[in-house]
């Protein structure tokens, strides 16, 4: 069935510093590509999403490319704050299901000052 | 524009009880759902639900977990009697419809402590 890998946590960077969150994926088809985010204290929202090869998702400085050739869909920010401490969940979406969401087993991003 | 309603937000039970979560979806989404987010792992589906109908139950334990919607609005999950590998949080999620946009609308979950 289809599933999701992510790189295991947590990750600790200094702020300012630059963050990459590995997500990868295995599907038949080709699944639309979705990063959500839970900030303490609140419930998972979506952060970006790609529904197909090449599309660049991005929001709020984060960043990522659908690669279908490496089925992958990595979380990028060039510079992180102290704000974006969160857990981060990649998941797919079966382009044949009802919107059902798969996800990975999250990502918890630490950024100290 | 209010969020997803869940409640409780914390339930401590001892195995064999039974327990109820309930959920009150965003306004004119037709699309609700369960899920499973056991400490550690990622969300997992348990119900989807089109207005008052099931979509996909295929992940629900059906000898002792139950969800309804009846009016196609707010829904409960029931779980009896509960067993010590339920202890999880339980998300509410909804969306406007079957479209595969993939943005679903969390609320901020039911945490279940099975003793």
């Known amino acids: 069935g289809d599933s999701v890998t992510q790189m295991e946590g947590p990750v600790t960077l200094s702020e300012e510093a630059f963050l990459t969150i590995n997500c990868t994926y295995t599907a038949t088809g080709y699944p639309s590509l979705f990063w959500y985010v839970q900030y303490p204290g609140e419930g998972l929202q979506l952060l970006l999403k790609a529904t197909k090869a090449d599309d660049k998702g991005s929001n709020k400085g984060f960043e990522a490319t659908y690669r279908k050739e490496t089925t992958s869909f990595h979380l990028e920010k060039g510079s992180v704050q102290v704000s974006d401490s969160a857990v981060y969940f990649c998941?797919?979406?079966?382009?044949?299901?009802?919107?059902?969401?798969?996800f990975g087993t999250g990502t918890r991003l630490l950024v100290s000052p | 524009e209010a969020g997803v309603a869940q409640s409780p937000r914390y339930k401590i039970i001892e195995k064999r009880q039974s327990v109820a979560f309930w959920c009150n979806p965003i306004s004119g989404h037709a699309t609700l759902y369960w899920y499973q987010q056991i400490l550690g792992q990622g969300p997992k589906l348990l119900i989807q639900f089109q207005n008052n109908g099931v979509v996909d139950d295929s992940q629900l334990p059906k000898d002792r977990f139950s969800a309804e919607r009846l009016k196609g609005v707010d829904s409960t999950l029931k779980i009896q009697p509960a067993k010590l590998e339920d202890s999880a949080v339980y998300l509410c999620?909804?969306?406007?419809?079957?479209?595969?946009?993939?943005?679903?609308?969390f609320g901020e979950g039911s945490r279940l402590t099975v003793l």
């Open positions: 999620a909804s969306s406007f419809g079957l479209t595969n946009t993939g943005e679903l609308f």
């Open positions: 998941a797919l979406s079966d382009p044949g299901g009802f919107q059902k969401l798969v």
